[in-house]
């Protein structure tokens, strides 16, 4: 086994339970490789919600809350507060974080807490047996939209910004450097973090929604249908045309983080008493 692996996984639960081709197994080398880089295995908490990206925490040998279905940010939130020193990450899917935990999300951005959130895009319900999700693509056909689907896809990383988020960028499984890279970014910064990946999955959206099974043919999809934000700055509109940014798309360092702001009120107030 590679070094970080012994070093980092539970080994007692491997084998890991993806299916084959799956992206998660990606995120959870770059994951590893982001807390080594920076040394913080005994300040990191991970938190993972329900569905095939929950299951990214659990194989880290590290403090781990595995918790309810869209209820993976107040999980984390609350850590935060009782413990402000703590580094803590969030794994959920699209449609744990957009569907369910969609208000749960947009307040954690609002307050701008000081957790990354890691938000697996597979544009379907993966685990629970491929419906559609508040990320699949308009006309889409999934098992609850055989027709297409009629709606319009949430934008993650505009809502995350739309709602305070003070750190959003959007990699994807092909990005796999970048991506850790990003990850150690996002931990460092004092503030909600929003990290949205863009993955393949060979066994739903994939053979259903693309008709493509195959994930080397995903990934290769992924890379054509992205483009880097520094890229796309000497684009052309037709150029971009049906293309998705990729890279970091938004930094703000100004904004007050609410953990460390409020205990500052709390210590200014007993302070006057």
């Known amino acids: 086994m590679h070094p970080l692996g012994e070093k980092y996984l539970r080994k007692f639960t491997l084998p890991l339970l993806w299916c084959p081709g799956c992206g998660n197994g990606t995120i959870l080398n770059a994951t590893i490789r982001a807390i080594d880089q920076l040394d913080i295995r005994d300040k990191v908490a991970l938190v993972g919600g329900i569905g095939c990206s929950g299951w990214i925490p ?116 092909a990005h796999p450097r970048q991506l850790s890279k990003t990850i150690a970014e996002a931990i460092d910064h004092e503030g909600f973090s929003f990290i949205e990946v863009l993955t393949q999955c060979p066994t739903q959206a994939g053979r259903v929604i693309y008709g493509v099974a195959d994930p080397a043919q995903l990934l290769d999809m992924l890379k054509a249908n992205t483009i880097n934000v520094n890229a796309a700055k000497n684009k052309s509109i037709e150029e971009l045309t049906g293309k998705i940014l990729i890279g970091n798309l938004y930094h703000d360092d100004e904004r007050l983080e609410f953990a460390s702001n409020y205990y500052k009120k709390i210590s200014k107030l007993a302070a006057s008493c």
């Open 58 to 173: 659990v194989y880290i040998d590290v403090d781990t809350l595995h918790v309810l279905h869209g209820r993976a940010i107040p999980f984390a939130s609350g850590l935060k507060m009782s413990d402000p020193s703590r580094k803590v990450i969030v794994f959920t899917g699209d449609g744990d974080c957009l569907g369910i935990g969609g208000n749960h999300f947009i307040h954690g951005a609002r307050r701008n807490i000081d957790i990354t959130v890691i938000m697996v895009h597979n544009q379907i319900y993966g685990m629970t047996g491929g419906q559609v999700a508040p990320t699949t693509p308009s006309h889409g056909k999934t098992k609850t939209s055989p027709y297409g689907n009629p709606e319009i896809p949430f934008d993650g990383c505009a809502l995350a910004k739309a709602a305070g988020a003070t750190f959003v960028a959007r990699w994807t499984t």
